[in-house]
T-cell receptor, first 115, second 112 residues
Framework: GAVVSQHPSWVICKSGTSVKIECRSL??????MFWYRQFPKQSLMLMAT?????????EQGVEKDKFLINHASLTLSTLTVTSAHPEDSSFYIC???????????FGPGTRLTVL | GESVGLHLPTLSVQEGDNSIINCAYS??????FIWYKQESGKGPQFIID?????DKRQGQRVTVLLNKTVKHLSLQIAATQPGDSAVYFC???????????FGRGTSLIVHP
């Protein structure tokens, strides 16, 4: 199947700093990618839809100025958590749909810990 | 932060038993359903899918049943193995949308 990678797999940062997470589709092109966050023992919550060549679409309640999304190419989307705080600590997962009907492939996730 | 009171339901089974994981979906207009497996510290992994014009679909050791009347989806795992231990999520799509809506999830624990 299609492969989606994320980098880094985990990151620890100090409060107030910014952290960039990369999501890459390795063997297919993705004009759209999705960013989710997941708290422990909870389901995935969609944060935003990343669109190549245009602005991201954010879900209600997600601060676009805090979670900056850039879809630089057909294989790369980045999520930057700006001025991170401890409550931003979470598991961030990206996904990308393939050409097959609605099938999505998920990245392995990035564990962010803000001290 | 984490919401208080939201804990994953847990299903514990013995190795070799059959497992049934249930899911109630919310949107009667949903026309495509997927089961994902998520191991600890990893992203969700596609297991099996089913479209709304079907009520049953089988894969290798897994079967998905869809009951549109009561908006219920189930995942059956035959001869459950310790490697099946994970959290299982159902997800629904509506009208060709790429964006699945995830259900709550069930933690499956397989005892050797």
């Amino acid at each position: 199947g299609a492969v989606v990678s994320q980098h880094p797999s985990w990151v620890i940062c100090k409060s107030g700093t910014s952290v960039k997470i990369e999501c890459r589709s390795l063997d297919f092109q993705a004009t759209t990618m999705f960013w989710y966050r997941q708290f422990p023992k909870q389901s995935l919550m969609l944060m935003a839809t990343s669109n190549e060549g245009s602005k991201a679409t954010y879900e209600q309640g997600v601060e676009k100025d805090k979670f900056l999304i850039n879809h630089a190419s057909l294989t790369l989307s980045t999520l930057t958590v700006t001025s991170a705080h401890p409550e931003d600590s979470s598991f961030y997962i990206c996904s990308a749909p393939t050409s097959r009907y609605n099938e999505q492939f998920f990245g392995p996730g990035t564990r962010l810990t803000v001290l | 932060g984490e919401s208080v009171g939201l804990h994953l339901p847990t299903l514990s089974v013995q190795e070799g038993d059959n497992s049934i994981i249930n899911c109630a979906y919310s949107n009667s207009a949903s026309d495509y359903f997927i089961w994902y497996k998520q191991e600890s510290g990893k992203g969700p992994q596609f297991i099996i899918d089913i479209r709304s014009n079907m009520d049953k679909r089988q894969g290798q050791r897994v079967t998905v049943l869809l009951n549109k009347t009561v908006k219920h989806l189930s995942l059956q795992i035959a001869a459950t193995q310790p490697g099946d231990s994970a959290v299982y999520f159902c997800a629904e799509n509506t009208g060709g949308s790429y964006i699945p809506t995830f259900g709550r999830g069930t933690s499956l624990i397989v005892h050797p």
